[in-house]
């Protein structure tokens, strides 16, 4: 692609893109954006925007499309150059010159070279704008490219620099080289002859040779019309009006100086607009005109604050300094020419320089230090020699006469005329004769009018008179003064027209403001509730399905999706993922996986934001779409991560600065809540599992009682059984041997009669402990709702914990009146009492004390179809502080000493949730009771019964 184009090219480009829609745009809308980045930067910066856009269908090659991206991309950088945010125009252009140099897009690498020496040009570095444009030469010469336009330009363009460095040594290297036949004038393409003729223009200027100087730039100005070079035309107008102005046509000068501004003002371009309103306040103040030059000055540097190390703000310093002189402000002069004399040491101007060194000559002239001022415009004539600046010669000889007239100074060496005023005068004129097309101005013959009076010679004061007269008649004629008050006027409307657009911009920021910030806190209010919303969730999947409920609601997600770690951290598994309203697979990424946006995100814990998408941007999970936009954001709790929480979107740039605030907040807000859904989790865990070993532990407490309470009777009838075998043997041996009596007979038969009946009772109060035990059993083991009488099941369970009451030494007594029925779950219930029991056997009595338990029934008259079950004992009590919490799980005074704390906390869901009553307790110093109120019939369960009692 070719730098610059002529435009009749861009004419053609623009009609058949009337015609195109689609990815079809796309040949001819790059560039097309690319030559309108000056003609029309806006534009260009739209179409470039659009081109990214259809980039994706256009089928390219990896290479060409990443060729073209940066191409377009390289345009918006030109464009943040043109407006002064160097900056960021720089940042963009390095980025671009790596990925044109990845693709070796060679011409694409020496362009982002030209805009990079640009941008350090107007920061002032014009040494490492230098070396810019010579690896730009380099690389448009390498063999396969052969640019010779684009080496043509950079060379123009570090000739032009040269010029204001050292112009003899510019001269010598550059002049022949652009004078030879290959760079003939007229044979230079537009774009070509815009620098080639820019650094003759700016030779001839810095030579003093302003009449050729005004020709070659009026071609530049054509050139650079008709090749879409828009700054380049705007400068060379400028430089039009600079070389009328030092010939003292202010009258062209401004003609140029306005047709410069008209068309610098819509571009908004900091640097245009501000080299144009610096020459004009100069060619106002010449013409008279302070208070204008004044304004216009203010106003340029307010527009050059972006570029105050470039060229053109030195220039300001220079003007204001001058204007300062006119008015006056001797120790303001000599503050701005010393800072520009700073200026220009970094800039290395020798032409910015002479004029620093001259202004402060003639400020301390005025403040009464003419050594000192004397000695400074000594360096300027030699700075001016120097140069071949005559210009710049004759402004300093013109000061060397005013320090001697204003001060009683030793003669110079080798005066010709009858004092050092008159000398230097005769200097500066006879240098001024040498400058085609100049009219030497009205004051400098004036004062040498005066001086000729002075010294008595009346008749050449009286000459010198007359030619000041006609100078000044045509240095500051009618028109000339004319078109200074109206192009005056003309600033002022434009001021006053920018500073009404200025205030109607800032009450339309302002009221933008107002919205944005009732937005924000209606955004922030609506978020608190949502994070409220989601943290009262403790389950993981109702998390998962607010958070992407408020996700659709609130942004732009056509796919939304949550992976949490796993345990190591060193895979990320998508535990929930929404696509376009369909629920997405699951999918694991590892997190070492260096092309998965979501695992880098999770290494290193912070957002990632692709705005812009292409295939190689997004790591593509199984069976989901390519989106042009995504966001990333880990989900972190203090110092812990959870996971990674991704939306996306099918348009680019979906997520603003707004967006991205709530999806972070909703990320926060989500990271709280799975963390407390976690915990939850692994709690119900430990509790399902305690609960389960405290079951376990009441059954084979239960079998131990149960086996020591069989172990009496069992025994007994064991050896009344062997005892009767005994017998039974010695009367067989009676009956086999010398006979048996009837006295031995009779004392057998009432022997087993006797064990008969103890066998017999014994074997029965162990079949009734079986019984008790296999129903207590079932009924612990499976919680099944039954009709059961109350005595028999508070027996059966005391029954079973006998044992362990009597190895206490304790006793209970049961008052259970019988046949209270009920429709309930046995099991549960007596799970209850033997709680209240073991609680009272661990924590109601001190050691070797004897204590006393009781568990008493009764229905309830004023409520018939409920029942009151009381178990108390006369132990030490509850401490006070300790009431509130014992139905508290896992609270226990005797952890570690036998107390799990899930006791009475099991006891209590049991009573208020699965049989549908109440519990109560009172407790002093004399003992405690534990107060049961349920309803004989229980309520239907709503769910598991396991689930209803423990959890």
Known sequence: MDLFVLDDEVAQWETVLLRLTGAERLPVLVPLAWHLRQRDCVRAVALAREGL????AAGLAPGDLAATSARLELVAAEAAWLAGELDAAERMAIEIGAQMLACADWRGVADTHWLRAWIAIDRGDHQRGAEHLEHMIATARQPGVDDTMRATCAEAAIARWAVMENRTAAEQRWSNHFASSDHAHHDLHPAVAVWVLDFFGTDATQGSNFGAAAGHFARVYEAARVSGQLRSAI??????????????????????????????????????????????????????QLEASAALLDEAFDVLAPLADGRSYATALQFRGDLQLDTGNYAGALESFRQLQVNAARLRHADLMCAARRGQAHALCFLDRPQEALTVAQDAIALAQAQSSLTHHVRTLRVLSVIHTRHALPPPDGMTEQNATLHYLHQALALASGIEGYT???????????EYAQVGQYQRAYESAQAAAAARRTTHSREATNRAIAMQVHQQTERARAEGQHHRELAASEARRARVLQQTTATLERLSAIGQEITTHLDANAVFQAINRHVQALLAANSFAIYLCDPGCDTLNRAFGMENGKPLADNTIAVDNPRANAARCLRERREIYVEDAGPDDIFLAPNTLLMACALYVPLLVGERALGVMTVQASNARAYRARERLIFRTLCAYGAIALDNAQAYAQLKDAQ????????????????????????????????????????????????????LRRSDLTAYLDDAARAHELVMRGLNSAADLVNSFKQVAVDRTTEQRRQFDLQQVAGEVI????????????????????????????????????????????????????????????????????????FGDNGVGIAPANIPRIFDPFFTTKLGQGGSGLGLSISYNIVTSLLGGQITVRSSPAGTVFTLDLPLVAPEARGPAAAQIYH
């Open 53 to 56: 856009v259809l980039l994706f």
């Open 235 to 288: 400068t060379a107008a400028i430089n039009i009006g600079i070389d009328f102005t030092n010939l003292n046509d202010h009258r062209a000068a401004l003609e140029w100086m306005q047709r410069a501004l008209d068309m610098a003002r819509p571009t908004s371009w900091p640097r245009s607009i501000g080299v144009c309103l610096t020459h004009t306040a100069d060619t106002m103040r010449r013409l008279g």
């Open 440 to 450: 030497l101005p009205g004051d400098l013959l004036e004062t040498l009018a005066h």
């Open 688 to 739: 399902t599992q305690l609960v389960s070993q405290e079951k376990l532990a009441a059954l084979g407490s239960l079998m131990a009682g149960v086996a020591h309470e069989l172990n009496t009777p069992i025994g007994n009838s064991l050896l009344i059984a062997s005892t009767l075998h005994q017998k039974t043997t010695e009367l067989a041996r009676q009956v086999a041997g010398p006979g």
């Open 799 to 870: 029954a079973t914990m006998m044992n362990r009451i009597r190895a206490s030494g304790h006793r209970i007594e049961a008052d259970i009146p019988p046949h209270i029925a009920m429709d309930s779950y046995p099991g549960p219930l007596g799970q209850v009492i033997a709680n209240f029991i073991n609680n009272a056997l661990l924590h109601a009595f001190e050691k070797d004390v004897v204590g006393h338990l009781w568990l008493r029934a009764a229905t309830v008259p004023d409520h018939p179809g409920r029942v009151q079950l009381v």
